[in-house]
């Protein structure tokens, strides 16, 4: 079931709907941190791989060839949003918005060569989508992105305003920033552009490396950075004095704090843990979707 649009009034965006009744001092904050670097919070986490191993084995027992850690984070994602809607917000021309789609940006490499083209896809979710769902969707946007040459919209934008003389290119990139302030940015770089996004996903596990804090982007309105590295083993003391060997998946979080208050961050991270350890809730929709305030 497609997320229920609510109709639009004047001071909404193309893209999402304007918060009109939050506490004053969410407004003032937003107003003292201009920029989503002013307003960066950022936390590390880790989730036992051990748990999700079987659950992960069994989706590609039924076909899901390449199932893995990446979609289940992006699934728990998905359905937490759909639990807790202030994670679809966004800030823009200094107003707070909660989008209208739950939408997934990711750079792809067209190969694991050092210099090979890098490319973007931005895959949309309905907040009743299970995990065979987003496997899917990511992989469908997956699959055409590495193909040679320039394959989706990202390629072909990206590759007319590369060839923009470097004074024009910062004039372009200055002026498409005045008018998504206003909201009127042309909708083809809006849908070309990775940074208008509900989450941003790094995948360095593939690269075989730990998590970075990524920083957000000023440009565009994508308030949540996820980034996850390459299982670990760790030796855990058990209460008994044994010790146990796990293998653990670390992530780090960046978060625009403007758009919600932390105590509702803190609770929608929770959540988003416990489902990375009961996955099998994601085979199913929810069986309620909860729309954020007016």
Not at 139 to 153: L, R
Not at 165 to 176: C, E, K, T
Request: positive net charge; hydrophobic residues 40%.
């Amino acid at each position: 079931m497609p997320q229920t649009k609510r109709k639009h009034r004047f001071g909404d965006r193309r893209d999402g709907r304007k918060i009109r009744t939050l506490p004053p001092m969410q407004y003032i904050a937003v107003g003292i941190m201009h920029k989503r670097n002013d307003a960066q919070n950022l936390f590390a986490s880790s989730v036992d791989y051990g748990n999700l191993q079987d659950y992960i084995h069994k989706k590609r027992e039924k076909g899901l060839a390449g199932f893995g850690f990446m979609h289940v984070i992006v699934a728990a994602y998905v359905r937490m949003v759909s639990q807790k809607p202030a994670l679809n917000r966004y800030i823009a021309g200094w107003r707070i918005f909660s989008r209208d789609e739950i939408v997934l940006s990711m750079m792809v490499k067209k190969s694991m060569k050092v210099n090979a083209q890098e490319s973007a896809i931005k895959v949309r979710f309905n907040p009743t989508d299970t995990a065979a769902d987003v496997y899917r969707k990511m992989e469908e946007a997956i699959e055409i992105a590495t193909k040679d040459g320039d394959t989706n919209i990202f390629d072909s934008v990206a590759r007319v305003i590369n060839a923009l003389p470097s004074v024009l290119l910062r004039w372009f990139v200055a002026f498409m920033q005045f008018l998504d302030f206003f909201g009127i940015m042309p909708k083809v770089i809006d849908e070309a552009s990775p940074f208008h996004a509900s989450v941003f996903i790094s995948n360095l596990g593939s690269l075989g490396i730990p998590p970075i804090y990524h920083h957000l982007y000023n440009f565009g309105n994508t308030p949540v950075f996820i980034t996850f590295g390459a299982k670990r083993r760790e030796n855990v003391l058990n209460l008994d004095g044994t010790v146990t060997q796990k293998v653990m998946v670390d992530y780090t979080v960046v978060t625009d704090e403007r758009t919600t208050d932390g105590h509702y961050l803190a609770t929608a991270f929770k959540g988003l843990e416990k489902l990375m350890k009961n996955p099998e809730k994601l085979d199913v929709a929810p069986e309620t979707v909860v729309e954020d305030i007016d």
